[in-house]
Structures are given as structure tokens and as C-alpha cells.
């Protein structure tokens, strides 16, 4: 390598290259907050709106001047696109926290009160946003698909914060870079691959990364336009006394929380806020699409066959884990609420406990699967049996690898299992065996195998390696009304970018544990190598 490559003068080109990059996806960035503007002026919220305006003029500014200034930056290879995906997050969640901050302190009191449902006797949450850190959180979560909040009470802040929190969690989770990729810049070659790759994705789906960028978002937009439409006929069905204008803003909403995996909710409570066990079932369906790979819904559509999603492995383990999964919580729960009445364990109120331990059991472990986060129970009440099944059982692995979601994903999951059978299966084989490994519809030859193998043990190690130290800061700062069984729950939704919570996550939380959950949000989010490139680089400096 040369010195030129390591020393002041490569530094700067590189630093030219990253910053080129993250200014332009600030440019978006900023843009977009124009959107939830016209929320606010749609509903009459006006200083919310001079909250996106300021908040979105500004990210559009500084993206926009750090453009210019790199402009004529090469294009980056592949370790710049690891540092432009963890510091673009980073950088896109501290500004997409301006909007929470300003508002929290321009909206007049009497304006706060007006946001608190009539009855309710909490006060706004926007003013929980007067701490810099609640809102760089808030955004964090958002963007990275998680679903933790600060908007403890999520009415009270408002029509046009209520959309750019769905909004933020839409774009996070079919990937910011991939939709500067598929609008703005479309650089070629290694480049272009680089830049794809680094938020988690390797697949393409068409010749081009700019065409495949386009592909993911064609797709990512219809299926949530489908939803939206699904949400809104099953709501006016199911409750037709909930009334139009709420019914159509929940369901887009809904719509994109739910592809994107990200849970975040109008309703006070989450799901639950309903009050309806119809409404959790008709929600059931749109966090299930989200989990789903992009790639598979990209074959069923273009090959004009729905077989595409019973041929992948990775959707019949999900479908597989759903069943085998809510059975199992709903067991676990109904040792916590089937608890015998007047010593009738199988009267009236025993029958009752079966059922709403089902009803929980059902959508929280799919909710937990696909990472989604929306809530219809109090988990801090769950026994500490139901909470390790649900993080050891749904958390952990997450959906499949290619959507929105979170975890280890059941991609590297079934690598792992198939790679443990099949050094297993190579024991039994005579010597001039052709010794290959069939994932899906894909066969691997030895080296293949092994790499694969390799790949998918090594960031499952790296990922528990991480959960084990965040468990470990955690319980340090941790308040004694919460168990371990708590602790690692919380460690486990933040790194997962689940956002279920047992009752730590909240304005109440101690900082650094809040700081913790940043870090692991952001990493979860990224896949972890792309933060640790980012590390390794400062440190090399």
C-alpha cells in the first residue's frame, strides 16, 4: 500500500467521498420532511409545521453545502460505503431529532394542551422532546425501524408528528442509502454494489443497482399501498363507528409502521388501544408482509406466480415458527393468568385466562418474529418463563433475511442448522461422495458451503457477543424493580430493532442506558460490521 494511501492526503479523499455521500442523503432527507409539513398545515398544527420547515430547511442545508464542497470526490470503495451507511444513520437521526426538539420548545402551552385527548389527564409528550437525547432516540428508533419511543402518550403530539414517526420508519426500513440509490446518486460498478450492500442487502434484482433500488421501492410502495387499503376496508368492517377521517389516517399509518417492521402507533397503548380483539387480528396480516423478503415478493410478481413464496425456505420457517411459536407463549402465559378462582381452576374465569392468554400469545409472538413491536399486553407483568420464550424463541432471529426486519434473521438461522446437518450427514458419506450443500433452491459446493457457513456463524457470534456487553451495562445502571429476565428483554428488543418493552424504555430511563439503546439500535439496524468498520478506521487514524 502505498503512503500516499494511508497518509494526510488519502484521509482527506476519503473523508471527501463520505461526506459527498451523507450530504446528498441529508438533501433527501430534508426534503422529505416537507411531507409531514403538509400534515400539519392539513390539520391546522402550525407550529408544527414551522418545526419541519425549520428542522427540514436546515438538514436540506448542511446536506446540500457538504454536497458541494465533495462534489468532485471519487466514488467510494468498499470500506467507504460501510463508513457512508453507519455515519449516514447516525447523521440522519441526529438531524431527524431538530423537528422533536424544536417543537417541544416553539409549541405554546395552551397549543399542547389542545394535542392531549379530551379527558386524558397527561400532558402533551411533545415536551419530553425538550431533551435533546429523548429526541435523537426517538428519531434513532424510528429510522432503524425499532418502535422504542419517548411518546409515551402518542396522541398528544400531534397529526403531523404522528406521520413523520411512521414516515421515518417507512424510509428506514426499505434503507435510506437505497432510495438516495434509486433518486439521486447512481454511481456504477463496485461503487453502486458497495453502497447497495452496505445497509444488508446483497441481492439484486435487476442488472443495474440504480434499476434494483427502483425494483425494492416500486415494490415497497405497492405492498404498502395494498395494506393501507386493507387496514382502512377491514377497520370500516370490523369497527364502522371509529369514523372515516381516523380510520384512513390509522390505516396509512398502520400500513407503513407495519411493512417497515417498525411499530410505531397512533393510538395511545399501541394495538391495544382499540380495545378490540378483531382490530388485533386484522393487524396480524400487516406485520406478516413486512417480514416477508423483498427478493420473493420480486419473483411472485414478475414470474406471475404466487408458488414463490411457498418455494422460499425462508417464509414456510417463519409460517412454521408462527404456529409452533404462539402456541408455545400462549402455554407460558397461561400459567401466568390461569391462575384458579375460588379453587376452580377450570370454571368460568379459568376458561377466560386460556383465551386471553391465546389472544396474547398469538399477536405478541408474531409481533416479536417479525420485529414489528406493536403491543396489546403489559410484558413487564408476563412470568420470566414467557419473556425468555419470546426473545429466545422470536427475537433473537427475527424474520426473514431481505425485509424489514430485525435480528439474526432466519436466513443465517437456517444456514446454520442446514451447515451442523449436513457436517453431520458428511460423516456417513463413502470418500468419492460429492459432498454439496443445497440452501432453497441454491446448491453450494464444499468451499461455497463453508464460506457461507463461516459467514452466518461469525455475525451470529458477534451479534450475541454484543448482546452479552449491552446486558452487562445495562444491569449496571439498572433501577431494582426490574428483574434480569426484564433486562435481557430490553437488550434484546433494542439490538433486534423489535421495540416491544418491558417497562424500562420510557422518559424515566436512566441516560446511559438510553445511550445504550442508541448504540445498539443504530448497530442492530446496520448489521454491526458496518459500525465496527467505522470504529476500526477511527482508531487506525
Known amino acids: 500500500m502505498s503512503n500516499t494511501s494511508v497518509g494526510r492526503p488519502g484521509f482527506v479523499t476519503a473523508a471527501k467521498t463520505v461526506l459527498r455521500d451523507i450530504g446528498a442523503l441529508q438533501v433527501?432527507?430534508?426534503?422529505?420532511?416537507?411531507?409531514?409539513?403538509?400534515?400539519?398545515?392539513?390539520?391546522?398544527?402550525?407550529?408544527?409545521?414551522?418545526?419541519?420547515?425549520?428542522?427540514?430547511?436546515?438538514?436540506?442545508?448542511?446536506?446540500?453545502?457538504?454536497?458541494?464542497?465533495c462534489e468532485d470526490a471519487p466514488e467510494p470503495q468498499r470500506h467507504h460505503a460501510m463508513i457512508v451507511a453507519a455515519l449516514g444513520w447516525l447523521v440522519t437521526a441526529a438531524f431527524g431529532a431538530l423537528p422533536f426538539i424544536i417543537a417541544a420548545y416553539v409549541t405554546p402551552p395552551a397549543v399542547l394542551e389542545s394535542f392531549v385527548p379530551a379527558g386524558a389527564t397527561y400532558q402533551s409528550s411533545l415536551l419530553n422532546f425538550q431533551n435533546p437525547v429523548h429526541a435523537f432516540f426517538e428519531s434513532m428508533s424510528g429510522y432503524t425501524t425499532t418502535g422504542l419511543t419517548m411518546s409515551v402518550h402518542?396522541?398528544?403530539?400531534?397529526?403531523?408528528?404522528?406521520?413523520?414517526?411512521?414516515q421515518i420508519q417507512w424510509i428506514g426500513g426499505a434503507g435510506m442509502i437505497v432510495l438516495s440509490l434509486a433518486i439521486l446518486r447512481q454511481p456504477h460498478g463496485t461503487a453502486g454494489i458497495s453502497l447497495y450492500q452496505s445497509e444488508g442487502r446483497n441481492e439484486k434484482l435487476r442488472p443495474s443497482i440504480a434499476g434494483t433500488?427502483?425494483?425494492?421501492?416500486?415494490?415497497?410502495?405497492?405492498?404498502?399501498?395494498?395494506?393501507?387499503?386493507?387496514?382502512?376496508?377491514?377497520?370500516?368492517?370490523?369497527?364502522?363507528?371509529?369514523?372515516?377521517?381516523?380510520?384512513?389516517?390509522?390505516?396509512?399509518?398502520?400500513?407503513?409502521?407495519?411493512?417497515?417492521?417498525?411499530?410505531?402507533?397512533?393510538?395511545?397503548?399501541?394495538?391495544?388501544?382499540?380495545?378490540?380483539?378483531?382490530?388485533?387480528?386484522?393487524?396480524?396480516?400487516?406485520?406478516?408482509?413486512?417480514?416477508?423478503?423483498?427478493?420473493?415478493?420480486?419473483?411472485a410478481v414478475s414470474e406471475r406466480d404466487l408458488r414463490e413464496f411457498t418455494r422460499d425456505p425462508q417464509v414456510r420457517v417463519l409460517f412454521g415458527m408462527f404456529v409452533v411459536g404462539a402456541l408455545g407463549l400462549s402455554a407460558f402465559l397461561a400459567r401466568w393468568v390461569g391462575v384458579p378462582y375460588n379453587g376452580d381452576p377450570i370454571g368460568y374465569v379459568g376458561r377466560v385466562a386460556t383465551s386471553q392468554a391465546f389472544r396474547d400469545g398469538l399477536f405478541q409472538f408474531i409481533s416479536a418474529q417479525t420485529t414489528t413491536g406493536w403491543q396489546t399486553s403489559a410484558i413487564g407483568d408476563w412470568n420470566d418463563g414467557a419473556v425468555m420464550f419470546i426473545v429466545f424463541g422470536a427475537m433473537l432471529l427475527g424474520g426473514c433475511a431481505g425485509a424489514t426486519v430485525g435480528g439474526i434473521k432466519i436466513l443465517r438461522g437456517y444456514i446454520i442448522?442446514?451447515?451442523?446437518?449436513?457436517?453431520?450427514?458428511?460423516?456417513?458419506?463413502?470418500?468419492?461422495?460429492?459432498?454439496?450443500?443445497?440452501?432453497?433452491?441454491?446448491?453450494?459446493?464444499?468451499?461455497?458451503?463453508?464460506?457461507?457457513?463461516?459467514?452466518a456463524t461469525t455475525f451470529a457470534f458477534a451479534y450475541l457477543v454484543l448482546l452479552v456487553l449491552s446486558l452487562f451495562v445495562l444491569l449496571a445502571v439498572l433501577p431494582s424493580e426490574f428483574t434480569l429476565a426484564d433486562a435481557i428483554f430490553e437488550v434484546a428488543t433494542a439490538q433486534g430493532t423489535v421495540g416491544l418493552s418491558s417497562g424500562i424504555t420510557g422518559p424515566n430511563i436512566p441516560v446511559v442506558a438510553e445511550l445504550l439503546f442508541i448504540v445498539q439500535m443504530w448497530m442492530g439496524r446496520l448489521e454491526i460490521i458496518p459500525v465496527l468498520v467505522l470504529i476500526n478506521s477511527i482508531v487506525r487514524r
Open 417 to 455: 442448522a442446514r451447515g451442523i446437518s449436513w457436517e453431520v450427514s458428511r460423516a456417513f458419506l463413502p470418500g468419492h461422495a460429492i459432498e454439496d450443500l443445497r440452501i432453497g433452491q441454491r446448491i453450494f459446493k464444499r468451499d461455497e458451503a463453508n464460506d457461507e457457513i463461516r459467514a
Open 154 to 166: 402518542e396522541p398528544s403530539v400531534g397529526h403531523g408528528f404522528l406521520w413523520y414517526r411512521s
Open 28 to 69: 433527501l432527507i430534508g426534503g422529505l420532511m416537507a411531507v409531514p409539513l403538509l400534515v400539519s398545515l392539513l390539520y391546522q398544527e402550525w407550529y408544527s409545521a414551522v418545526a419541519f420547515l425549520i428542522g427540514g430547511g436546515i438538514t436540506a442545508l448542511a446536506g446540500g453545502a457538504a454536497y458541494r464542497l
Open 213 to 299: 433500488a427502483r425494483a425494492i421501492w416500486k415494490l415497497y410502495v405497492g405492498i404498502t399501498a395494498l395494506v393501507a387499503v386493507y387496514l382502512a376496508a377491514a377497520t370500516f368492517l370490523v369497527n364502522p363507528g371509529y369514523g372515516i377521517e381516523q380510520t384512513i389516517f390509522d390505516a396509512v399509518n398502520h400500513a407503513m409502521t407495519g411493512q417497515s417492521t417498525g411499530g410505531f402507533s397512533t393510538l395511545d397503548d399501541s394495538i391495544a388501544g382499540y380495545g378490540s380483539y378483531a382490530m388485533e387480528v386484522v393487524h396480524i396480516p400487516a406485520m406478516i408482509t413486512g417480514a416477508i423478503s423483498i427478493p420473493v415478493y420480486y419473483g
